[in-house]
């Protein structure tokens, strides 16, 4: 069997034993990986039947456990869903390498036909957080629960509420903000 290094990383991720027996989540990526494969052999009749049985295990996987990903999308390695349920992504969203996601997570379009999300690196959504149209959610960002994301989201953020607002940067930027208030108290 082909080696598939972006789905060996999602295993990892779910890091415990028998993960099929205790995660609806990986079936779903299982297949998402697998479509992508089929989708990169040689056309023919092998790889026409292959998708047939694409089609009808992601049809069976998004029915039974509400996880939508489409094979179209672009999701580098290392995917964490947490739960399932509702959780639909457009078909031609990017999605860096080590995300999370959990259930009822929406990322699509604005509008019908209208542009989708990117999201980098390492990048956590809460649950039933709703990121959508052109934004760009910038590496290790972190999304709260119930979050409606309309606009960029910086590297190393969390943004909250909807429509969702930055609430803190990385370490540095949280450290920055820390100081300049200490210094305000000083002043007054
Ligand atoms: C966004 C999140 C990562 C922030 O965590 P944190 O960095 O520890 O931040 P805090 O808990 O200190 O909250 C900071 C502020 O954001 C607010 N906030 C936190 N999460 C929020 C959310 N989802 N929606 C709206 N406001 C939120 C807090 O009330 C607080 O506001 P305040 O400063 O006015 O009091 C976290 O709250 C979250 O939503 N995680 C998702 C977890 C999840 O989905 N769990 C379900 C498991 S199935
Ligand atoms: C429902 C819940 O709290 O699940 C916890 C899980 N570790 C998560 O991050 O989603």
Known sequence: MTRDPDWEADL?????????????????IWVYRWGRRIEA????????????FYWLAFRLVETVFG????????????LRI????????????????????????????RREGG???????????????????????????KVGAMSVVLDDVPPGATAVGAPARVIARTSAGSLASA???LLQKDMT
């Open 12 to 28: 990892r991720r779910y890091d415990m034993r028998r993960p099929f027996l205790k995660e609806q989540s990986i079936w779903a």
């Open 82 to 109: 947490w739960h399932f349920g509702n959780i639909f992504l457009h078909g031609d969203v990017v999605i860096g390498a080590g995300c999370t996601l959990r259930q009822g997570v929406t990322i699509g379009n």
């Open 41 to 52: 052999r040689p056309a023919g009749l092998s790889r026409k039947i292959a998708n047939l």
């Open 67 to 78: 996880i939508s990903l489409p094979r179209t999308a672009r999701i580098g390695p290392g």
């Open 115 to 141: 542009p989708v999300p990117v999201l980098g690196d390492n990048v956590e959504l809460g649950a039933y957080a709703q990121v959508l149209g052109a934004v760009h959610l910038g590496d290790g960002c």
């Open 179 to 181: 100081s300049s208030e």
